[in-house]
């Protein structure tokens, strides 16, 4: 059912997963943060328990993701990659 412009002034804007996480980044100014840091801190569970949460936590990270690249490409948010004791590790950090 069509609505009338005042009804659609307030209704409630959605958030992209993009100003999600740009927003978590921003409000962590100078700390860098790994996908699955940024997927459980916009409030996702990035642990894997059973076959049903594997699918949430791929559907997540793809999600992130994809949500990370729009954020460099446009140049709000950098990646760097860091040498750990266990192997290379990308870091998210907003600009």
């Known amino acids: 059912?069509?609505?009338?412009?005042?009804?659609?002034?307030?209704?409630?804007?959605?958030?992209?997963?993009?100003?999600?996480?740009?927003?978590?980044?921003r409000n962590n100014k100078n700390t860098g943060f790994t996908s699955s840091e940024i997927l459980e801190g916009i409030?996702?569970?990035?642990?894997?328990?059973d076959f049903g949460s594997f699918i949430g936590v791929a559907a997540g990270f793809w999600l992130i993701n994809d949500a990370l690249n729009t954020l460099i490409k446009e140049g709000t948010v950098k990646a760097k990659i860091v040498q750990e004791a266990v192997g290379d590790e990308t870091y998210y950090m907003a600009l």
């Open 43 to 49: 409030g996702y569970r990035a642990r894997v328990h």
């Open 1 to 25: 059912m069509p609505i009338k412009k005042d009804e659609w002034d307030r209704g409630r804007k959605w958030d992209t997963t993009e100003e999600q996480v740009l927003t978590f980044l």
